[in-house]
């Protein structure tokens, strides 16, 4: 495992961070002390999901949502959090050159060894897309000596065929019980994940928590590397 000290997240959504990375955080810091940032661009106000009994509503949702990142955020030990304030569901329709020179700005003031994001082309939602490809630009753009490096998180289920295999794959087993404390924290969103399990245990997966068990990433190289 390559040693990285800091680490910045940047993903769309409250959640995006903890079904993605939340055991890669804890191997970093165990591992290696490594500071952890967490920066997310919208407060998913835009969501489905509002609870089971429901706790919020479409009025409510964003400030929850928020307070559940926060919260997420904590079992995670996450050092800092930044809430970017853009629009859920418009991150496709802004111009990929001011989210990257929003999320270049950042970068800069953090100063991270390794960020970690979304695939700009294989990540399903549109915003996840559109965060990966400014998130690609803002690195890309930045003297090739200072880059930190890129980790992408592809979720389509053709990615390996596309790109091939990943090149990291983390089995975060030891902290799967923090990661699953981090995941109830968004408990406007928590169903989701029992759904998911369900279906795959009905599908007759081995292992139906094998989605959450691995985390998973492909290093990023520019043309000029």
Known sequence: MKKFTHLLLIFPHPDDETFSAAGTVQLYKNTYQATITCASLTAGEMGRNFGTPPMA???????????????????????????????????????????????????EKEQPDLVITFDPELSI????????????????????????????????????????????????SDYMPLKKQAIEAHRSQALEVNAITKQKLKEGADDPEAWIRYEQFWVHTFKDE
């Open 57 to 107: 509503n479409r009025e409510t949702l964003a400030r929850i949502r928020k307070e559940e990142l926060e919260d997420a955020c904590r079992i995670m030990g996450v050092d800092r959090l930044h809430h970017l304030g853009f629009r859920d569901k418009t991150l496709e329709f802004e111009q990929t050159e001011f989210l990257a020179n929003t999320l270049l700005d950042l970068i």
């Open 125 to 172: 939602h549109p915003d996840h897309n559109a965060t990966g490809r400014a998130v690609v630009q803002a690195v890309g753009s930045m003297p090739k000596l200072a880059r930190p490096e890129l980790y992408t998180k592809a979720i389509t289920a053709d990615a390996a065929d596309i790109i091939g295999e990943p090149h990291i794959i983390y089995d975060i």
